[in-house]
T-cell receptor, first 115, second 113 residues
């Protein structure tokens, strides 16, 4: 079974621009979560989606948003980029049925650099 | 709020040495506990997990036991290899419908030949 895929793997943007990142979950997984990883703040939860609805949200400003499509694929958007948004953005998926509903599986991440 | 505390790194060991990475947690509910590993330039890989007190998770020679009385989930391996060099993250999620992971700061392991 294919793992979580994220595109693109690398992005370079300038301050003030916006960016959209994409995530395809493991087949059959209906939940998708997003995390930000930085050297200073570590790994922080952004939000979780399932059934095309945001179910949980971390402590990030409104510039960070996301959505989920009917095929469970998800996108996250960051508007008005700031230098501090430079990070590795990780997507994770999990099943909502069976014994492993608590286990999240991560993709390789998208490395965003803001200049 | 929920939190995870890991020992500071880097941890530097010689090949075949015994490894312990300490992890303690604070949680308001009954968490599931996880260890993830991150190799350079990659995402996170699930290493092992435990869902209730006294459960032992194990994988690839790594083990960790869910200790509710000490709120700990220490990672151990009897004999490390150079290929184990990576960053290890301890994490928890609370057993509700919402499953956001709370991570520790990560511990870098360097294994020398």
């Amino acid at each position: 079974k294919a793992g979580v895929t994220q595109t693109p793997r690398y992005l370079i943007k300038t301050r003030g621009q916006q960016v959209t990142l994409s995530c395809s979950p493991i087949s059959g997984h209906r939940s998708v979560s997003w995390y930000q990883q930085t050297p200073g703040q570590g790994l922080q939860f952004l939000f979780e989606y399932f059934s095309e609805t945001q179910r949980n949200k971390g402590n990030f400003p409104g510039r960070f948003s996301g959505r989920q499509f009917s095929n469970s694929r998800s996108e996250m958007n960051v508007s008005t980029l700031e230098l501090g948004d430079s990070a590795l953005y990780l997507c994770a998926s999990r099943s909502l049925a069976g014994e492993r509903t608590d286990t999240q599986y991560f993709g390789p991440g998208t490395r965003l650099t803001v200049l | 709020g929920d939190s995870v505390t890991q020992m500071e790194g880097p941890v530097t060991l010689s090949e075949e040495a015994f490894l312990t990475i300490n992890c303690t947690y604070t949680a308001t509910g009954y968490p599931s506990l996880f260890w993830y590993v991150q190799y350079p330039g990659e995402g996170l890989q699930l290493l092992l997990k435990a869902t209730k007190a006294d459960d032992k998770g194990s994988n690839k020679g790594f083990e960790a036991t869910y200790r509710k009385e000490t709120t700990s989930f220490h990672l151990e391996k009897g004999s490390v290899q150079v290929s184990d060099s990576a960053v290890y993250f301890c994490a928890l999620s609370i057993n509700t419908g919402r499953r956001a992971l709370t991570f520790g700061s990560g511990t870098r392991l360097q294994v020398q030949p």
